[in-house]
C-alpha cells in the first residue's frame, strides 16, 4: 500500500511514541526521505529531552489549583444583552424621542397583523371541517382583536 501525502508531524511523532502502529505509515516514513528526516530529528529531540533529566517535583496541590486558576467563569450573557438593548433604546430616545413611539405602534401592528393572517388561514382550515369550527374560530379572532386593540390603545395613550 503507497500513502498519497506524507504524514503529518503528529503521526510521525505518534509512530514515535509507539502510540502510532499502522504499517502503511511506518512504510511510508521508511521509503519517504523526508519523512525519514523529520523522524530522525523528532527521535533526536526525545534523546536530548531524555539526557536533560530533571529532579523537579511539582507539589502535590499544584494541578488542583492550575485548575481552580483557570476554571470558566461564568459570563453574564443575560446582562450584558440587556445593557446593549438598554443603551440602543435611550440613545434612539435622545436622537428623536418620536421614532421610539412610531417604532413601538408600527412594530406592533406589523407583529398583530402577521397573527391576524395566520389566524385568518387557521379560518379557512377550519372553514372546511364544518360550521361549529368557524363560528367558534371568527369568535375567538373578534375576541383576539378586541383584546389587542385595547393593549395597542393603553401602549399608544
Known amino acids: 500500500m503507497k500513502m498519497d501525502q506524507c504524514p503529518d508531524v ?15 505509515v511506518n512504510q511510508h516514513i521508511q521509503n ?7 523522524y530522525r530529528d523528532l527521535s533526536g ?13 511539582l507539589p502535590d496541590q499544584f494541578y488542583k489549583t492550575l485548575n481552580t486558576r483557570v ?19 435611550l440613545s ?9 413611539q412610531w417604532w413601538l405602534s408600527a412594530g406592533m ?4 397583523s402577521y397573527v391576524l393572517d395566520i389566524l385568518i388561514d387557521v379560518l379557512f382550515l377550519f372553514q372546511a371541517l ?3 369550527w368557524l363560528i367558534f374560530t371568527v369568535t375567538a379572532l373578534v375576541v383576539f382583536e378586541v383584546l389587542i386593540l385595547n393593549k395597542l390603545k393603553v401602549a399608544e395613550g
Open 10 to 24: 503528529l503521526t510521525i511523532q505518534a509512530v514515535l511514541d509507539g502510540e502510532e502502529k499502522s504499517e502503511k
Open 32 to 38: 519517504c526521505s523526508s519523512c525519514r528526516q523529520v
Open 45 to 57: 529531540l526525545v534523546s536530548v529531552a531524555e539526557r536533560l533529566g530533571s529532579e523537579a517535583v
Open 71 to 89: 476554571a470558566a467563569k461564568p459570563f453574564p450573557a443575560g446582562l450584558v444583552a440587556a445593557v446593549m438593548f438598554l443603551f440602543t433604546f
Open 92 to 100: 434612539a430616545y435622545i436622537i428623536d424621542p418620536g421614532y421610539i
Open 109 to 112: 401592528t406589523g407583529q398583530i
Open 130 to 132: 364544518g360550521s361549529f
